[in-house]
């Protein structure tokens, strides 16, 4: 791992609470590392499982999910979904040798600003912990 | 999609709310470079109306068919561009927003990082916005019909504008009356306005308004739909009363076993009242209701030989068997308007709320003062044994205000007002009460609040500046410890009767409305609305709007005011009889899918079912959804063996390319 390593991150937010949230941490002028790039997906639910190993594979080396808090889904029912598939896909990355500190999941509301920072000092602590994604990375394509 | 992609990329400056952290040409140039670029352009401000222009002309000019708009949150103009881009002649649905000022310039310092991220995103977009499909948005009818939850000032403002317009409202009241915290205030500041006087004409009124149904003593089960077509399911609880045949006379309640042994809700415990009940005497309905958690015969299956309230109805009212009866309708739009909760002071046992008799909440009163109250509008207090009157008077503010060991970090906006109102009605009743205000601000905002103010100080009432630490009680004294910040000088004040000035919580019951139409919490954990500045009485639900306290602490007129705004809100699809829905939803390759039915499981709107097709010559089952009814969440394409069944805007094969962009630059 060399220092000056900076780990890439995809995260998929719902656009609900914590697309919402991390739009309120922008709004506050809350500052945190720019390592994390966001996808906005309507629902935490329809972050696919094969997503999170996709971007791992185009040359992620950290990936983060992040929805209403469970209970407050826009969708009734999809941050359970998620939590479930999600859940089951951390396991079988640990099952198959990828560091789980590669993957997060959270719940971040559109009032947690403040929130939204600390996951993301999280998540890019842990993957710069877990140190460049060397696993089965896809060939790399420009399309 | 046959014609080839030309996109068109559009970096804003936003002023120097971008430009200082992205350097925007940089990004442009890089954009110029990505494939299927045409144009990339940067603009001070790309939603203004030149900026927009700018992208319309080269719409025309260079055949634009996708447009990347990089500036701000899409929450906040996607629907600018995309009207913008639909006027210049192509479909609405080739707009891809890339977030580089809430998501990167606004939280990144260092220009580098952020110019380096800003490239990605604006990659990222290009890479989805290739692939981008037309959508159609359909417009369907709008039922013409309002639900309003909760029928304090807030509810009932907004049912009557409504109602007004023309247009069906329901009315939803949890309690057995109208009127809601507004019918329980004496008067009024700072006009002093008799509380009752001004809202009992607007009880009465919707109450007997053709275009409202009234539905006191009923709670909201279940809401189902969207914007113009929400299917509403509501409990009316059973009265034990018959509607129809009860008169109001009230000798039930006269007659009643356990007559003034119940503690009245609407004076704050300090009435009492029978089983069989109507909360005050100008309740809206004036029907009675029996309380089951406190009548004889409910509770015991026995009242004597015969319950007596039955006994000496001449109308034949009083109906044991009485069940709830569930009702079903549909309207276009719904008003929130549940309310608060005041404070609980006993939160505060340094204040002795729990203790003495003596130390009273704001609310409390409220109820003293009035005429109707308890005590006839006569303030008195039990000193000990005897019964008298108050002649050393403490009111304290910013109880459960800004206040963050009990986790309200707010202001309540009223209690510096209410506080001074009372210590003028106060000053009315005993002339020569010493009355003493302890404040950490005063905040009198309003129109007429600051002159109010200023007349009740000179009205020889004190204003000390200290946040009591503790009373206690010394003797037949209650002793208020605090120190006085403005001299420095630590008191010791002994008094009569303290009057906690407590302020407006989140009511206790919210998480059941939030659970009811997926409503959002600001951090204050009242309901959050859509914007806090431009969408203040929406929701981030389409069709769903909020008025009153439950949004935030508000005074009488700022409730009223946002009543009347949720109102003409709610009534734009109610007047437009139509609704456009949303195009992003779900669709399904029936040529890949299985017919498994793991969607039709998944879909929490029933949206989904299986129907059954002819495949080259076979009967095969395979998914179909109804585009009324999806919401484009998207779940079931997460569970699709085959993915057939996929949200449009937000395909695997939107989503894919996005991922690769952000992932293979490293």
Same mark, same amino acid.
């Given at each position: 791992?060399?220092?000056?390593?900076?780990?890439?991150?995809?995260?998929?937010?719902?656009?609900?609470?914590?697309?919402?949230?991390?739009?309120?941490?922008?709004?506050?002028?809350?500052?945190?590392?720019?390592?994390?790039?966001?996808?906005?997906?309507?629902?935490?639910?329809?972050?696919?499982?094969?997503?999170?190993?996709?971007?791992?594979?185009?040359?992620?080396?950290?990936?983060?999910?992040?929805?209403?808090?469970?209970?407050?889904?826009?969708?009734?029912?999809?941050?359970?979904?998620?939590?479930?598939?999600?859940?089951?896909?951390?396991?079988?990355?640990?099952?198959?040798?990828?560091?789980?500190?590669?993957?997060?999941?959270?719940?971040?509301?559109?009032?947690?600003?403040?929130?939204?920072?600390?996951?993301?000092?999280?998540?890019?602590?842990?993957?710069?912990?877990?140190?460049?994604?060397?696993?089965?990375?896809?060939?790399?394509?420009?399309? | 999609?046959?014609?080839?992609?030309?996109?068109?990329?559009?970096?804003?400056?936003?002023?120097?709310?971008?430009?200082?952290?992205?350097?925007?040409?940089?990004?442009?140039?890089?954009?110029?470079?990505?494939?299927?670029?045409?144009?990339?352009?940067?603009?001070?401000?790309?939603?203004?109306?030149?900026?927009?222009?700018?992208?319309?002309?080269?719409?025309?000019?260079?055949?634009?068919?996708?447009?990347?708009?990089?500036?701000?949150?899409?929450?906040?103009?996607?629907?600018?561009?995309?009207?913008?881009?639909?006027?210049?002649?192509?479909?609405?649905?080739?707009?891809?927003?890339?977030?580089?000022?809430?998501?990167?310039?606004?939280?990144?310092?260092?220009?580098?990082?952020?110019?380096?991220?800003?490239?990605?995103?604006?990659?990222?977009?290009?890479?989805?916005?290739?692939?981008?499909?037309?959508?159609?948005?359909?417009?369907?009818?709008?039922?013409?019909?309002?639900?309003?939850?909760?029928?304090?000032?807030?509810?009932?403002?907004?049912?009557?504008?409504?109602?007004?317009?023309?247009?069906?409202?329901?009315?939803?009241?949890?309690?057995?009356?109208?009127?809601?915290?507004?019918?329980?205030?004496?008067?009024?500041?700072?006009?002093?306005?008799?509380?009752?006087?001004?809202?009992?004409?607007?009880?009465?009124?919707?109450?007997?308004?053709?275009?409202?149904?009234?539905?006191?003593?009923?709670?909201?089960?279940?809401?189902?739909?969207?914007?113009?077509?929400?299917?509403?399911?509501?409990?009316?609880?059973?009265?034990?009363?018959?509607?129809?045949?009860?008169?109001?006379?009230?000798?039930?309640?006269?007659?009643?076993?356990?007559?003034?042994?119940?503690?009245?809700?609407?004076?704050?415990?300090?009435?009492?009242?029978?089983?069989?009940?109507?909360?005050?005497?100008?309740?809206?309905?004036?029907?009675?209701?029996?309380?089951?958690?406190?009548?004889?015969?409910?509770?015991?299956?026995?009242?004597?030989?015969?319950?007596?309230?039955?006994?000496?109805?001449?109308?034949?009212?009083?109906?044991?068997?009485?069940?709830?009866?569930?009702?079903?309708?549909?309207?276009?739009?719904?008003?929130?308007?549940?309310?608060?909760?005041?404070?609980?002071?006993?939160?505060?046992?340094?204040?002795?709320?729990?203790?003495?008799?003596?130390?009273?909440?704001?609310?409390?009163?409220?109820?003293?003062?009035?005429?109707?109250?308890?005590?006839?509008?006569?303030?008195?207090?039990?000193?000990?044994?005897?019964?008298?009157?108050?002649?050393?008077?403490?009111?304290?503010?910013?109880?459960?205000?800004?206040?963050?060991?009990?986790?309200?970090?707010?202001?309540?906006?009223?209690?510096?007002?209410?506080?001074?109102?009372?210590?003028?009605?106060?000053?009315?009743?005993?002339?020569?009460?010493?009355?003493?205000?302890?404040?950490i601000d005063v905040r009198a905002f309003g129109k007429g609040y600051e002159e109010f103010y200023d007349r009740v100080r000179r009205e020889?009432?004190?204003?000390?500046?200290?946040?009591?630490?503790?009373?206690?009680?010394?003797?037949?004294?209650?002793?208020?410890?605090?120190?006085?910040?403005?001299?420095?000088?630590?008191?010791?004040?002994?008094?009569?009767?303290?009057?906690?000035?407590?302020?407006?919580?989140?009511?206790?019951?919210?998480?059941?409305?939030?659970?009811?139409?997926?409503?959002?919490?600001?951090?204050?954990?009242?309901?959050?609305?859509?914007?806090?500045?431009?969408?203040?009485?929406?929701?981030?639900?389409?069709?769903?709007?909020?008025?009153?306290?439950?949004?935030? +602490? =508000?005074?009488?007129? $700022?409730?009223?005011?946002?009543?009347?705004? &949720? !109102?003409?809100? *709610? @009534?734009?699809?109610?007047?437009?009889?139509?609704?456009?829905?949303?195009?992003?939803?779900?669709?399904?390759?029936?040529?890949?899918?299985?017919?498994?039915?793991?969607?039709?499981?998944?879909?929490?709107?029933?949206?989904?079912?299986?129907?059954?097709?002819?495949?080259?010559?076979?009967?095969?089952?395979?998914?179909?959804?109804?585009?009324?009814?999806?919401?484009?969440?998207?779940?079931?394409?997460?569970?699709?063996?085959?993915?057939?069944?996929? +949200? =449009?805007?937000?395909? $695997?094969?939107?989503?894919?390319?996005?991922? &690769? !962009?952000?992932? *293979? @630059?490293?």
């Amino acid at each position: 791992m060399s220092a000056d390593y900076e780990p890439n991150i995809v995260a998929f937010l719902c656009n609900w609470c914590s697309y919402a949230g991390a739009d309120l941490a922008g709004t506050s002028r809350v500052h945190y590392p720019a390592n994390v790039q966001v996808i906005r997906v309507m629902c935490s639910g329809r972050v696919n499982p094969l997503y999170v190993m996709n971007a791992l594979q185009q040359g992620a080396d950290g990936v983060l999910v992040s929805g209403c808090h469970p209970g407050d889904c826009h969708y009734m029912e999809g941050n359970f979904r998620a939590r479930r598939r999600l859940g089951m896909l951390k396991s079988l990355m640990e099952f198959v040798g990828v560091d789980p500190r590669r993957f997060h999941m959270s719940w971040v509301s559109a009032s947690e600003g403040h929130k939204w920072k600390e996951v993301v000092e999280k998540t890019v602590e842990d993957a710069r912990e877990a140190g460049p994604f060397e696993g089965f990375r896809r060939q790399q394509i420009d399309w | 999609m046959t014609e080839k992609p030309k996109v068109g990329v559009y970096v804003c400056h936003c002023g120097i709310n971008i430009s200082a952290t992205v350097d925007v040409d940089a990004v442009a140039e890089y954009a110029q470079k990505l494939p299927n670029v045409v144009v990339a352009r940067t603009y001070s401000y790309m939603c203004s109306d030149p900026g927009q222009s700018l992208i319309k002309n080269d719409i025309r000019e260079l055949g634009l068919n996708r447009v990347v708009v990089a500036s701000c949150s899409p929450r906040m103009h996607e629907p600018t561009f995309r009207k913008a881009i639909r006027e210049a002649g192509i479909n609405p649905y080739f707009l891809e927003m890339t977030n580089i000022r809430e998501q990167c310039s606004w939280v990144h310092e260092d220009k580098e990082e952020g110019t380096a991220k800003a490239k990605k995103l604006v990659k990222a977009s290009v890479a989805k916005a290739r692939l981008l499909e037309a959508l159609e948005s359909k417009e369907v009818d709008a039922e013409p019909a309002a639900l309003i939850i909760g029928a304090g000032i807030a509810g009932i403002q907004a049912a009557l504008d409504i109602a007004d317009a023309g247009f069906k409202v329901y009315l939803v009241e949890k309690t057995p009356s109208v009127g809601g915290r507004m019918a329980q205030l004496d008067k009024t500041f700072p006009t002093l306005d008799c509380s009752a006087c001004i809202l009992t004409p607007k009880m009465v009124d919707c109450a007997s308004h053709p275009n409202i149904e009234l539905m006191s003593y009923s709670e909201v089960e279940k809401v189902d739909g969207f914007i113009g077509n929400f299917d509403v399911k509501v409990r009316k609880k059973a009265r034990y009363v018959d509607f129809g045949k009860c008169t109001g006379c009230g000798d039930c309640a006269a007659e009643c076993r356990v007559k003034d042994r119940i503690p009245s809700e609407f004076d704050q415990g300090m009435g009492k009242r029978s089983a069989i009940y109507l909360p005050f005497p100008q309740a809206v309905p004036a029907k009675y209701t029996i309380d089951p958690e406190s009548c004889l015969f409910l509770t015991r299956g026995k009242c004597g030989k015969n319950p007596k309230c039955q006994e000496v109805c001449r109308a034949e009212a009083i109906n044991f068997d009485q069940e709830d009866e569930i009702v079903e309708f549909k309207v276009g739009a719904i008003i929130v308007a549940t309310g608060f909760d005041p404070f609980d002071a006993s939160r505060k046992p340094e204040y002795g709320y729990a203790d003495y008799p003596n130390v009273i909440t704001g609310m409390e009163m409220e109820r003293l003062v009035s005429a109707s109250g308890p005590t006839g509008g006569k303030v008195k207090v039990f000193n000990s044994e005897e019964e008298i009157e108050p002649k050393e008077i403490a009111f304290i503010n910013c109880v459960g205000s800004r206040d963050k060991s009990v986790g309200n970090e707010y202001c309540s906006r009223v209690c510096c007002m209410y506080t001074a109102k009372q210590a003028h009605l106060i000053r009315d009743k005993i002339p020569d009460a010493n009355i003493r205000v302890y404040y950490i601000d005063v905040r009198a905002f309003g129109k007429g609040y600051e002159e109010f103010y200023d007349r009740v100080r000179r009205e020889n009432i004190r204003y000390i500046r200290g946040n009591p630490s503790e009373i206690f009680k010394r003797g037949n004294k209650l002793v208020v410890k605090v120190e006085d910040t403005l001299t420095a000088t630590p008191l010791e004040d002994e008094v009569d009767l303290v009057v906690l000035g407590v302020g407006l919580e989140p009511r206790a019951d919210m998480r059941q409305v939030m659970d009811l139409l997926r409503l959002s919490q600001s951090p204050d954990r009242f309901f959050l609305e859509a914007h806090p500045k431009l969408r203040p009485v929406d929701t981030a639900t389409e069709g769903i709007f909020l008025a009153g306290c439950c949004q935030g +602490p =508000k005074d009488i007129p $700022d409730t009223v005011a946002q009543a009347k705004a &949720a !109102a003409s809100s *709610a @009534m734009i699809p109610l007047a437009r009889g139509k609704v456009m829905i949303g195009a992003q939803v779900a669709t399904v390759n029936e040529a890949t899918c299985r017919g498994c039915g793991f969607c039709v499981n998944i879909c929490p709107y029933t949206a989904i079912e299986l129907v059954t097709v002819n495949r080259f010559g076979n009967e095969v089952e395979v998914a179909r959804v109804n585009e009324a009814l999806c919401k484009g969440c998207g779940s079931c394409s997460a569970a699709c063996l085959s993915d057939s069944i996929q +949200p =449009k805007s937000f395909r $695997d094969r939107q989503i894919l390319p996005q991922i &690769a !962009a952000l992932g *293979a @630059m490293k």
